[in-house]
DNA sequence: TATTGTTATACTCTATAACTATA
DNA sequence: TATAGTTATAGAGTATAACAATA
């Protein structure tokens, strides 16, 4: 799928459309926007998920994320070899892998932050403050996601 | 990727992530209303393109549509295995073959649309008229495009 | 027997580049 | 030389199912 075209006119008026067209689009200029730092985005969610619960065991984020658990022992693999995460024995439970973020992690994790807030100003450009509110507030209907802090 | 579960909350509030997930899971829903028709989505947008142009060439429909060449072929390869549609070679310039759609092509195309229809409002149940033509607006401003009939 | 993590494998999708036949 | 279409191939990404270790 190319973006770097704006879609046929018929098409583009199509909501189910619309929606697949920008999600890919965002989700594309995120992930070429977190290749210079050799991460791909299931990197940063785990990367993420680390940050707000470390020690958390593979099940445990797999729970916790959209990625099944072969794909999970993978994203983490190339974590340790980026030398951002560690695998930990859990002496209770010897089957159990807690896995915790390096002090390199923690530095990554941050740029990558940067990174998506920047992507994500990038993409939203085009709306205004209210705008954005108003999209997120749809999206979060149209997804059954309750109101925010209602 | 799962959708059969909704996104953990912090992720949730990310206008990218539910732009991107919203996308996807609209797009996945399509794909599977489609499959019993034995069907993929490119299969529905090229039949619409073919209906939309009849005779136009491989070169057209990869101008028209945002699939590249190579797949393209494959794509028209399954719709003639189908009995969908049919090269017709170009006496005039016979590098050319103008793609056609069969009386069967044209009724298969009739049953999707309805599926796709059908799946569209799936969809956006859980959103009313007024906030469906807002979600379009804001989603075509976002995606850079005009504003529709202005 | 069930669970955690792992491995091996197969599958889907798509892009790349080389090739043919025409122009 | 350039273009339309095709083929072969390789790559990314993911899912499936079998497996080892442990509970």
Known sequence: ?????????P??????????????RVAAHFAAALEPL??????????RLLEAAPGATQNDLV???????STMVKVIDELEELGLAERRMDPADRRRRAVH????????????????????????APLDAGERD????????????PEPQG
């Not at 108003?134 to 996601?145: D, E, F």
């Open 1 to 9: 799928m190319r973006f770097d075209q704006p879609p046929p006119e």
């Open 134 to 145: 108003t999209l997120r507030r749809l999206l979060r209907k149209l997804a059954g996601l």
């Open 38 to 47: 050799g991460l791909r985005p299931q990197h940063f969610g785990v990367l």
């Open 63 to 69: 729970g916790r994320s959209m990625i099944d658990p």
């Open 101 to 124: 973020l390096t002090a390199g992690g923690r530095e990554a994790f941050a740029r990558a932050m940067k990174v998506a807030a920047q992507t994500a100003e990038d993409a939203l």
């Open 11 to 24: 098409l583009a008026n199509a909501l189910g459309f619309l929606l697949s067209w920008n999600g890919q």
